[in-house]
């Protein structure tokens, strides 16, 4: 059965920083691509961060770039966002993506003093 469970969010203090974790079970990280999606309240779901398990190659969202980092580990079969600079705007219950199709339960991050 293929499922996702992230882990890692909290309170964290602007500028402060986080890290995601995306564990996947009933398949291998290296033969899918993985994403991260947020959704803060009265928003609609967007868009942050992807990393195909093939080619490694990334991609972030504009707001985030050089700031959120995504990368995975094939043996722990997990997906890591790590979050630099976190500033209020951040703030939001970030979903793991595999495939475009298959979601996590999400995890709450709150950027605020």
């Known amino acids: 059965q293929v499922q996702l469970v992230e882990s890692g969010g909290g309170l964290v203090q602007p500028g402060g920083s986080l890290r995601l974790s995306c564990k996947a079970s009933g398949f291998t990280v290296n033969t899918a691509l993985m994403s991260w999606y947020r959704q803060a309240p009265g928003k609609e779901r967007e868009f942050v961060a992807a990393?195909?398990?093939?080619?490694?190659?990334?991609k972030y969202t504009e707001s985030v770039k050089g700031r959120f980092t995504i990368s995975s580990d094939n043996a722990k079969r997990t997906v890591y966002l790590q979050m630099n600079d976190l500033k209020p705007e951040d703030t939001a219950v970030y979903y793991c993506?595999?495939?475009?199709?298959?979601w996590g339960q999400g995890t709450q991050v709150t950027v605020s003093s």
């Open positions: 993506n595999a495939w475009g199709s298959t």
């Open positions: 990393i195909s398990g093939i080619s490694g190659n990334t």
